[in-house]
């Protein structure tokens, strides 16, 4: 077993990490505050082939593997929670199920453009009424001769009001339940589909997080992935590497407090020592460094078994359910020794453990992930 | 047109000052486990040549003498877009001062085939030393300009500008050359690309042994250094706080400006 990183995945994790220090470290607390997109960054991510780190080269893609993927979306997260949630809905939620279940035609049209960093993706499951319960969806696809009508509201969608082409999910038939969910992608201006509002948000508040509103929104036929009736399917799949992406972003979350958590302890001096001296801060730094490369390990462990074309439904769920909640502790922990300037805005120890609480929600709540992890071991 | 470009190692000049250590018996740096990377103005000599290629074509190639770890720093460079990459890498090799680097470097391009530039950076991002620019042009009988931030190249001349205290002077010099790049705006080294780097990671990165340069004993073996370190230490850092009282901004600014001037900072 070698843990060691092959020669590309160092590389990508050094031009990942001398990317992030350099240009999205100097920003991360205005994109935090002003809560805004951050165009530029995201454009010179897309132009070095960050938004399609696993795409095949192909379709405009780096046509790296998962663990690629996970060191190089760990250090941009470490530096920006918004830009790593941005960089993992692109990839794995967008991507990814192009990648997998799209036509050579839809690849070309929905791919190519997005992974090489041209415009970007967004993954429209999620409804008022969907949430864990996604299979419950009320947006309708209505056959009509080569186009399906849509008609619905999609909530909390992720780079919902930048992105350029969606995958949305709606069912043919309510009756069928799941079986009668379909995927389609649907392109920016196409009439009847809109952005309705946009959320403002405890975390991640450089990600949009956008209601999209369907009112007769009339796709072709040719838009639809895979057959009728997959879309559930097509949902799940996609999901299993969404969480691995999650988690990555959770690693990187945490790091980030800790990292921080270790700095500030050494310069702060109270009772004429730095408070690093102190063994009650030594052993929230210890619990956090130990507990991150848990996580990390979890996270390469989905990766790879992802790589070799294996099952990874429960270890993907794993690894988003511890990294989630070991970045909400770092968070908590991060604030905690920083003390009273925890507390404060203008310290960046409160934006981890805001930016962290996301991470135990999206993609699958933990208790959902909770589920998923007994029923495989139930079955 | 063919460039080589030399390349260091280094321990990255971005890591915590505490986790930066010298063994006390040999007054090497303890590069275990710490973050490495190619050395800063090596870099922008990088840039510098991706540029001119992308402009005159040719070829690059990374030359690195180093430790065996020091594949990654030419791995890094095939990343930024450089064609091919060589490693001189012995441990017979590896404490030799600036005139014994000089020397292997100069064979190693004479191996390669002397190219019609060559680049260094003009300062080592660890030592603070530099001439290995300077002799390695000596070795080779080729010309030398220092501290050049950007090189053009027209009817077969290089024209450099090259940085002095007070601006800047346009050098105009035959091929080939040895220049050693200064940074400047214009050759901010660029990000590797991700399909770069697979490209790259694909590629073998060839390691020379000193066995395999027709090396000169006198320069490189035992008692050939010319330069001897006696003592390296770490500087202690001290960090004061002296307030400047004044009525008015502009009555403190004017008291910061004259204590700046005593200290001899402006």
Known sequence: ?379 | MNIIVCIKQIIDPEIPTEQFKLDPTTQRQIRGGLSLVISVYDQNALEVALQLREKQGGKITALCLGDSGATGAVKSALGMGVDNGVLVSDPALLALDSFGVAHVLAMAIRKIGVPDLILTGCVSGDTGNKVVGPLIAEELSLPCVTFVTRVEVKDGKAVMRRIVEDGYELVEGPLPAVVSILSDDSNVPRYSKLKDIMVAAKKQVPIWKAADLDLDGAKVGAGAARLELRDVSIPRRESRCEMLDGDTPEGRAEKLALRLRELKLI
């Not at chain 1, 020669?7 to 607390?29: H, L, N, S």
């Not at chain 1, 809560?35 to 132009?47: H, S, W, Y």
């Not at chain 1, 990814?96 to 070309?108: A, C, D, H, N, S």
Request: hydrophobic residues 40%; aromatic residues 8%.
């Open chain 1, 1 to 379: 077993m070698d843990f060691e990183l092959t020669d590309a995945q160092r590389m990508f994790q050094e031009t990942a990490r001398q990317f992030a220090d350099k240009e999205i470290v100097p920003i991360a607390e205005k994109v935090d505050q002003l809560g805004q997109f951050p165009r530029e960054t995201i454009q010179k991510l897309g132009e070095l082939g960050f938004m399609g780190v696993a795409v095949p080269e192909a379709y405009g893609g780096a046509g790296a593997d998962t663990v690629s993927y996970v060191v190089a979306l760990e250090e941009i997260s470490r530096a920006c929670a918004s830009h790593g949630v941005i960089m993992s809905v692109n990839n794995s939620l967008y991507c990814g199920p192009l990648v997998k279940f799209g036509t050579e035609e839809q690849k070309r049209r929905f791919l190519t453009p997005v992974a090489g960093g041209k415009s970007a993706g967004c993954f429209c499951l999620s409804e008022p009424g969907a949430g864990s319960d996604a299979a419950n969806q009320q947006t309708t696809a209505r056959r009509e001769g080569d186009s399906y009508v849509l008609n619905g509201t999609k909530n909390f969608i992720t780079n919902g009001a930048e992105a350029d082409c969606a995958i949305v999910f709606a069912t043919v038939n309510r009756a069928l339940k799941h079986k009668g969910i379909c995927a389609l992608v649907v392109e920016r201006g196409t009439p009847g589909f809109a952005v309705a509002r946009v959320e403002k948000k405890l975390g991640i508040r450089g990600s949009s997080c956008a209601q999209i509103a369907m009112d007769n929104c009339r796709v072709p036929a040719a838009n639809l992935l895979g057959q009728e009736g997959e879309g559930w399917k097509i949902a799940l799949a996609t999901l299993d590497g969404g969480r691995i992406g999650i988690a990555a972003q959770a690693v990187g979350i945490a790091r980030a407090a800790l990292e921080a958590s270790l700095s500030y302890s050494k310069q702060r001096v109270q009772f004429g020592r730095p408070v690093v001296a102190n063994q009650a801060i030594q052993f929230m730094l210890a619990d956090m460094a130990m507990e991150i490369d848990a996580a990390r390990l979890l996270t390469f462990n989905a990766a790879l078994l992802k790589d070799q074309g294996l099952r990874h439904t429960k270890e993907s769920c794993m690894a988003k359910l511890y990294a989630s909640e070991v970045a909400m502790r770092a968070g908590i922990k991060g604030v905690q020794v920083f003390g009273g300037y925890g507390y404060m805005m203008d310290y960046p120890a409160q934006r981890f453990m805001r930016d962290a609480k996301v991470t135990e929600i999206y993609e699958g709540t933990s208790e959902v992930q909770r589920l998923v992890i007994a029923h495989d071991l139930l079955s």
